[in-house]
């Protein structure tokens, strides 16, 4: 008997609905995350409603269909809460064994985008992002319309241009601002650096204090019987200078007191990716 492969898809629902479903039958996905805007308030209280909407209308449609959908939320205007969710997932799914993990870079915020190539640099061999091009925005339509003032001013031609955005907005809440045939091109991503124990220690020692230790602080904290003095600064020298280079950390002076920081990269590499 063959094993079953399980196969994620992840799509953020923005404002679109054809086109967070691209990549759907092509990669054979057994089971679809929809990552929907966290509630707001205020301005983007109306915006943010939209997209939930989206995504319930998407997940009742799909129900259909396929038995394995869950809508997660994120603040998709957060680095980290993107991150944040994409990470749990990906966890999630590797202890189900899952074969591969899409996810639809198309179709929310480049901070969602920027998020996912950080994580399937984490993940290479599991999580794929992608990409689903589109040539037919109708958005353009909508902007030829209010852009032809001599048929706005003329007030015969006004309820053509009326009829027109009417249909427009039907389109929208039907499927959003795309319309396919959609163009499936996958991201190549590079792996990151894989930090050693050692390294990983310095990020967690970091993180409780305050992102910051002076270098004697931080060689106390770190300091163990099994290695020589001369071995254990060597070792310290080498992890430093790594997470220097990658600009994960940065070292200042305080008169003759070195004193080493979390840059805002690595705080967010040692809270959300480490």
């Not at 993180?207 to 003095?229: A, G, I, R, Y």
Request: one cysteine or more; charged letters at 30%.
């Amino acid at each position: 008997m063959n094993e079953f492969k399980r196969t994620v898809m992840i799509s953020p629902v923005g404002l679109e609905k054809d086109r967070v479903l691209a990549g759907f039958k092509k990669f054979g996905a057994t089971s679809l995350y929809l990552i929907q805007s966290e509630e707001k308030e205020g301005l983007e209280k109306k915006l943010a409603d939209t997209v939930r909407t989206f995504a319930l209308e998407l997940k009742k449609y799909l129900e259909k269909i396929l038995d394995d959908i869950i809508i997660e939320e994120a603040n998709i205007t957060d680095l980290e809460s993107c991150i944040k969710i994409l990470k749990k997932i990906v966890i999630q799914e590797i202890n189900k064994h899952t074969d591969k993990i899409f996810v639809n870079v198309s179709t929310s915020s480049k901070i969602f985008a920027i998020a996912c190539i950080y994580i399937a640099g984490l993940y290479p061999n599991i999580v794929k992002p992608f990409y689903a091009k589109t040539s037919d925005y109708i958005i353009q339509e909508f902007i030829e319309i209010l852009s032809n003032e001599s048929k706005l001013q003329d007030n015969d031609k006004k309820e053509d241009c009326i009829k027109d955005l009417l249909k427009i907005k039907e389109y929208f809440e039907e499927s959003g601002w795309t319309k396919g045939e959609y163009q499936i091109n996958l991201i190549p991503t590079l792996p990151f650096k894989q930090f050693t124990n050692f390294q990983k220690r310095i990020f967690t020692i970091l993180l409780k204090n305050q992102n910051e230790l002076k270098l004697k602080d931080l060689m106390d904290l770190l300091k163990t019987e099994e290695l020589s003095e001369g071995s254990f600064r060597s070792k310290l020298s080498y992890a430093l200078r790594d997470m220097l280079d990658y600009g994960l950390v940065e070292k200042s002076k305080e008169g003759k007191k070195v004193i080493f920081h979390l840059t805002k990269k690595g705080q967010i590499f040692g809270n959300y990716l480490i």
